[in-house]
């Protein structure tokens, strides 16, 4: 299958005080196109950092990171984060728009492309509240409907379930299931949660490690739509759980209790 990613023996070094860390270390991952894929692993072992390197915002120290993309319109790679990060100054269609401003689109035209993005996450009637108005959950669609509002190829989501409630969590985990599946869109989703992982994607990918480094790549072949929990799964999670139990761990822990070719490109940062 083609790929849209493709990262050949990534590596990342940090230098402070004289003093070399190593978080990531030889990763290889091919991304394929239209994938939905959920990388797990303990805490600090390169997760996020991954994902900042793909958006731009860290700079890999090896390797080599190579994005396809089909059009040179679209913005290639969008981030969400663990928290919203609204700005509480803007109202939630301006908040959505944001990453619009600087490409010769007129407000009513930002405006319209954000009012369809909040009509995919299901919050059009909300786009005139202030973030302060909206709930946890509301908050992290209008932070989803932000990134789509760019038209990313693929997205890339660091935890964005991890501070809500039970509840509002597994709506959203459905939700995101019901929006890739409408829009075909590549997603790179980091969890802790390996019950998550294996419910939203077609593969999980086990980072561990110190530095981190790839353990274990997983296919899910449950029939979607998904049971949470499912006995179908039950033996992937395990195996999961011993890779993360394991030697391979290194620092670290698990949060939430829940135990192609391409040219080589700096990635567009996303708003």
Do not use: C
Not at 122 to 132: K, Q, S, V, Y
Not at 164 to 181: M, V
Request: avoid cysteine; proline fraction near 4%.
């Amino acid at each position: 299958m083609e790929s849209v990613i493709d990262i050949r023996g990534l590596g990342l070094t940090f230098e402070r005080d004289g003093r070399r860390t190593d978080v990531l270390q030889g990763l290889d991952l091919a991304i394929p196109r239209g994938a939905f894929i959920a990388i797990v692993g303990a805490s600090g072992v390169g997760k996020s950092t991954l994902l900042r390197v793909l958006i731009g915002l860290a700079k890999a120290s090896a390797g080599t990171v190579s994005l396809d993309t089909q059009s040179t319109e679209r913005q290639p790679v969008a981030l969400v984060f663990q928290d919203s990060r609204l700005l509480p100054w803007r109202r939630v269609i301006d908040n959505v728009a944001f990453g619009l401003e600087g490409r010769g689109l007129s407000r009513a035209e930002r405006h319209a492309k954000a009012l369809d993005a909040l009509g995919v996450v299901g919050l059009a009637h909300l786009a005139r509240r202030w973030p302060h108005q909206l709930s946890g959950g509301q908050r992290q669609r209008v932070a989803l409907a932000r990134a789509l509002a760019v038209e990313p190829e693929v997205l890339l989501m660091d935890e964005p379930f991890s501070a809500l409630d039970a509840i509002s969590r597994e709506s959203l985990q459905d939700e995101l299931t019901r929006i890739w599946q409408a829009t075909g869109k590549t997603i790179l989703f980091v969890t802790h949660d390996i019950e998550e992982a294996t419910y939203l994607a077609d593969r999980v990918v086990v980072l561990a490690g110190a530095p981190g480094r790839t353990v274990a790549d997983h296919a899910i072949e449950t029939p979607r739509p998904r049971r949470r929990n499912d006995d179908a799964d039950a033996a992937i999670v395990a195996d999961i759980r011993r890779h993360l139990g394991s030697g391979h761990l290194g620092g670290g822990h698990l949060g939430g209790g829940h135990l192609g070719g391409g040219r080589p490109t700096p990635f567009a940062r996303a708003a």
